[in-house]
């Protein structure tokens, strides 16, 4: 194999590993990103169970100060009828306290009403309480193993950098412009085999001077049809 191609398949094996290594990183933001917004999601759920409970107790509470309201009035309307001594306003009054109680009884079935949705609540809210914590500590426990995963992506991109500095040692830069221009248009494979007398880049079969001038092993040969440079099996 010529030197130049063998010098290629060392460089090329080194910037597939890149890019690899850097698709995986690229990704990693966006992985941490979905955990957050799940850690945010069973928050959001638990604040909203809570939320709902918080409005159940400011709406006892108004309810019960209408409740007292009406009591005071009820209490009002009985001094005012041991006052009176017309028939007819004893009897107004009276018909006044019966509605002032028919509201209050209005007002208790509603207060009921509230406490049993409190009560149904409270089991929810516990439950939305535990599954929070535990996701959130599971989705930062993952959070923490992508953060890791980050850092080793990082080192391993700088070495095979390193390496990949050294691997361009001695090539020519014609054809180093000239390869990098296909792993960047040719799906990251500049140098492929020829199988069978076939281009594994296009799958396309070779003509038989290719072939020919191939196995002279005396220059680079590309394909006549995807523009690859070629080589025979090891
Ligand atoms: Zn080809």
Redesign the pocket.
């Known amino acids: 194999m010529l030197e130049e191609i063998e010098k290629l398949l060392a460089l090329q094996d080194r910037d597939q590993k890149l890019r690899t290594l850097r698709l995986e990183l690229q990704a990693v933001p966006n992985e941490v990103a979905s955990k957050q917004k799940l850690i945010a999601d069973s928050a959001a759920r638990l604040e909203l169970a809570r939320t709902r409970a918080k409005a159940i107790e400011v709406e006892k509470k108004s309810l019960q100060i209408d409740a007292a309201a009406k009591r005071d009035q009820i209490s009002r309307y009985k001094t005012q009828q041991l006052q009176t001594r017309k028939n007819e306003e004893y009897t107004a009054l009276s018909h006044e306290i019966s509605n002032a109680e028919k509201i209050i009884s209005g007002i208790e079935d509603k207060e009921l009403a509230l406490m049993e949705e409190a009560d149904s609540l409270a089991p929810k809210i516990a439950a939305a309480d535990k599954i929070h914590a535990d996701e959130k500590a599971r989705m930062e426990g993952q959070i923490g193993l992508l953060r890791e995963k980050e850092g080793n992506l990082k080192k391993r991109i700088e070495e095979v950098q390193q390496s990949r500095a050294a691997a361009l040692e001695g090539i020519d830069e014609e054809l180093l412009e000239r390869y990098d221009r296909l792993f960047e248009t040719k799906n990251a494979r500049a140098v492929?085999s020829v199988e069978h007398d076939v281009?594994t880049?296009?799958h396309?079969k070779i003509t038989a001077q290719t072939s020919l001038a191939l196995r002279s092993d005396k220059s680079v040969i590309s394909?006549p049809?995807?523009?690859?440079l070629l080589h025979l099996p090891a």
């Open positions: 492929v281009c880049g296009c396309m394909c049809q995807c523009g690859r």
